[in-house]
């Protein structure tokens, strides 16, 4: 068995949808990077946010005592988990100019308002990767992930942001992620100019606005 991962496993692929320039628009950004090779590594996190509440002391004692159970120790705690556990991919990464897919296609940077090669605010692909740390900048300074979409109503929220990548992605084993972002970095320095770190943490949420639709469209 390859040690390997296939190289359309290590492409990152982020999706953002809103109205960052007061464009009158709501449209789609897609932010793209990949991976596989010494220039271009990969590193991807799961981790899960165990939330619990934790009893000790007299809890402990008093479960005992209504039990008659031994529990061998009256000084540890009890801790139970309510299901709000959140689920966090974290990637990291590296993006360069002319960063291309498994398939030879050019990576997507923003919502290819300009065409490969002309920076605009919200279009950075084919341009330097300086200009790129800026989009994406822009992209999330100026909009709102959220479990509902434009919840503030000034059409600044797109709802979840969609985070593809492993096997999370269409034709994958699992479906591709609805996240948040939590606190995205991606870094820039004259000393390494062709390329930029990139560091992605995302936490799964869910999206409810089918869910609102489904209420708000019920005549019963």
């Known amino acids: 068995m390859s040690t390997e991962l296939a190289a359309e496993d290590q492409v990152v692929r982020l999706r953002i949808t ?15 990077f990949a991976g596989g090779d010494q220039q271009s590594p990969f590193s991807v996190t799961h981790e899960k946010r165990t939330e619990t509440r934790s009893f000790s002391g007299t809890p402990l004692t008093l479960f005992s005592d209504l039990t008659g159970t031994d529990l061998g ?42 065409g490969s090669g002309t920076l605009t605010q919200t279009d950075a692909q084919g341009c330097h ?26 059409g600044s929220g797109g709802g979840p942001a969609i985070i ?42 869910a999206s409810l606005d089918q869910a609102l639709d489904a209420v708000t469209n019920d005549t019963r």
């Not at 007061?22 to 897609?30: C, P």
């Not at 990637?91 to 498994?102: I, N, S, Y």
């Not at 990576?107 to 290819?112: A, E, I, K, L, V």
């Not at 990767?129 to 000034?154: I, M, P």
């Open 73 to 114: 120790t009256e000084n540890a705690d009890i801790s139970l988990d309510f299901g709000s556990s959140t689920f966090a991919l974290t990637l990291g990464g590296v993006v360069t100019a002319d960063q291309r897919l498994p398939d030879g296609s050019e990576c997507q940077w923003g919502d290819g308002a300009g």
């Open 164 to 205: 593809e990548t492993l096997q999370y992605r269409p034709g994958g084993v699992f479906d591709p992620l609805e996240v948040v972002l939590e606190s995205p970095s991606m870094s820039y320095s004259a000393d390494s100019p062709t390329v930029a770190d990139i560091d992605l943490t995302v936490v799964e949420i």
């Open 129 to 154: 990767v300086a200009y790129k740390a800026s989009v994406l900048a822009f992209w999330l300074r100026n909009t709102r992930q959220s479990s509902v979409e434009d919840a503030l109503g000034d």
């Open 18 to 32: 809103g109205d960052p320039d007061d464009s009158g628009m709501s449209r789609e950004a897609v932010f793209e």
